[in-house]
């Protein structure tokens, strides 16, 4: 076996965070393995006052790091998987998914202790239009706005009383030990997740079995079984970068599982959703099966309509 294994990863304190979370789950797996980070900032990070979607959306996090793979620089590149596109450039692949944190919303506040307590008109910010649209299909009366930046940019926005509240992902702020910050969690029920939102995954070049193999230690096959299912309805959905689609996968007993998704107009005065249930074995199929299923409710509609909008448009 190698006696080293460099990760490229991008400079952000979540993502500094996510590559020295596996270098040290992989050196206490391989005691005589010597894992190395590599660093860089992306064009994703440098760009901060624009929505995602229009300068490229969330490949913009990828890309550069696959960049310094095909150099020959890094062997491996440690993702948010819900920054991964569905479809990975040829040569690469995932060769690990770990074990899901928490999947939730965050509700973050200095004022208010939970989103049912905002006021009329009150400001909340997020990036995520599925977000935006799940949260005002509930409270249309509020002003949502964007809002860009890593995490201690946000809530610096926040401190600074540019909002009123902000919704970030739960998972990022316990990893960041920020869970202080943290007013509640939004149940699934009220604003379901991004695709596998919570998940870190490993990406390789696919030809390297070496590699393969040492990273093949960290995979988690409950979490595999779910980010399965969760891809594949947005694959069927044919969901981009930023797009207003919700989705959550739970295992049951019995080795079934049980995966619920949605699709709302940006403005979230339409919401379609649709839950499907069957075989652990059958995660693959039974996602592509609930696109169909919202596919045949109106969700492709409502997602032509998205990327005709200005947000979409470069």
């Known amino acids: 076996m190698r006696e080293t294994l460099r990760i490229a990863t991008r400079k952000s304190p979540l993502a500094m ?3 020295e979370f596996v270098k040290a789950e992989l050196e206490k797996a ?20 624009v929505p995602l979607a229009k300068i490229g959306g969330k490949g913009l996090f990828t890309k550069e790091l696959e ?27 995932l060769g690990a998914i770990l ?17 049912e307590e905002l006021p009329q008109g009150a400001i909340l910010g997020t990036s995520s239009l599925r977000r935006k ?41 316990q990893r960041l030990e920020l869970d202080e910050r943290i007013r509640h969690e939004i149940a699934p029920e009220v604003c379901l997740p991004a695709v596998t939102q919570g998940t870190l995954g490993i990406e390789y ?11 093949s230690v960290l995979n988690h096959e409950p979490t595999e079984i779910r980010t399965i299912a969760e891809r594949a309805m947005n694959h069927r959905l044919e969901g981009g970068c930023q ?10 007993d019995g080795d079934r599982i049980r995966i619920r ?48 909008s200005d947000l979409h448009k470069g």
């Open 17 to 19: 965070w996510q590559a």
């Open 205 to 215: 070049f696919a030809k390297d079995e070496d590699v393969k193999e040492i990273i």
């Open 30 to 49: 391989y005691p005589e393995l010597k894992v190395e980070l590599l660093p860089m900032t992306t064009k994703g990070d440098k760009i901060l006052n």
């Open 261 to 308: 998704g949605l699709v709302a107009s940006l403005d979230g005065s339409t919401v379609i959703q649709d839950q499907v249930e069957g075989a652990q074995s059958d995660a693959h199929a039974l996602g592509t099966q609930l696109g169909e299923m919202l596919l045949d409710q109106g969700a492709k509609e409502i997602l032509q309509e998205v990327y005709a």
């Open 133 to 173: 649209a799940q949260l005002m299909a509930i409270r249309p009366d509020l002003d949502v706005r964007d809002l860009r930046g890593n995490v201690g940019t946000r809530l610096g926005k926040l401190d600074a009383g540019e909002y009123d509240a902000i919704v970030l992902a739960t998972s990022g702020l």
């Open 243 to 252: 797009v207003p689609i919700g989705v959550f996968a739970e295992l049951l």
């Open 99 to 115: 074990e899901r944190h928490s999947p939730t919303d965050a509700f973050v506040s200095n004022k208010y202790a939970a989103f």
């Open 67 to 93: 960049d310094r793979m095909m150099d020959g620089d890094a062997d491996i590149a440690v993702h948010s998987m819900k920054d991964v596109p569905m479809e990975l450039p040829e040569g690469f692949a």
